[in-house]
């Protein structure tokens, strides 16, 4: 069970958009505390993709873009390719654990 | 290139020890925290700990405090991560990763190492 809830799965055609949500609680994500998300390609290390809530590292394309309010986070891929195909994490901060916390994961399939 | 390569994974027997090792290059080292994460077989990802610059701030997972020790080699640009009493839960694939941002609380972390991957059974 993880401290951070993301649905296990999404799926769209290409060029539609689809959105992953990062659910947590007043000790991470409601506490104010910045979300990260990470893209894993299959039988592949994560890789950074989106940093403090919404900033994309140099190299990752604009159709990914992240936001958060409240106790939750979203991922937004728009323009979906077959590259897209993938798990991707979110992760953040949890004050009562002391530590980094991840979400379960999320798989995207393209239609 | 900014570039980190673990090693050390192994087939262990329960109640063994094993210690994994990541090699940093492309970046200076001596200036950057460092964590180790692990995913299980077909699970998502788990962080295990931290270890700041100096050595000085470290912190851990419930799930490993007290049988795992994370360390640093500032001159060989390296860091270590000592697992103790083995568990079969322990199975996983291990990833160190440079952490990013100003503080703890707002770390993320790139890059990733391939991963080293770690078996416990008899």
């Known amino acids: 069970q993880s401290v951070l809830t993301q649905p296990p799965s999404v799926s769209g055609a290409p060029g539609q958009r689809v959105t992953i949500s990062c659910t947590g609680s007043n000790s991470n994500i409601g506490a104010g505390y910045d979300v990260h998300w990470y893209q894993q390609l299959p039988g592949t290390a994560p890789k950074l993709l989106i940093y403090?809530?919404?900033n994309r590292p140099s190299g990752v394309p604009d159709r990914f873009s992240g936001s958060k309010s409240g106790t939750s986070a979203s991922l937004a891929i728009t323009g979906l390719q077959a590259e897209d195909e993938a798990d991707y994490y979110c992760q953040s901060y949890d004050s009562s654990l002391s530590g980094s916390v991840f979400g379960g994961g999320t798989k995207v399939t393209v239609l | 290139e900014e570039y980190l390569v673990e090693s050390g994974g192994g087939l262990v027997q329960p109640g063994g020890s094993l210690r994994l090792s990541c090699a940093a290059s492309?970046?200076?080292?001596?200036?950057?925290?460092m964590i180790w994460v692990r995913q299980a077989p077909g699970k998502g990802l788990e962080w295990l700990s931290y270890i700041s610059p100096s050595s000085r701030t470290i912190y851990y997972a419930e799930s490993v405090k007290g049988r795992f020790t994370i360390s640093r080699d500032n001159a060989k640009k390296s860091v270590f991560l000592q697992m103790n009493s083995l568990r079969a839960e322990d199975t996983a694939l291990y990833y160190c990763?440079?952490?990013?941002?100003?503080?703890?609380?707002?770390?993320?972390?790139?890059?990733w190492g391939q991963g080293t991957l770690v078996s416990v059974s008899s």
């Open positions: 403090g809530d919404s």
């Open positions: 492309g970046f200076t080292f001596s200036t950057q925290g």
């Open positions: 990763a440079r952490v990013k941002g100003s503080s703890v609380p707002v770390m993320w972390f790139d890059p």
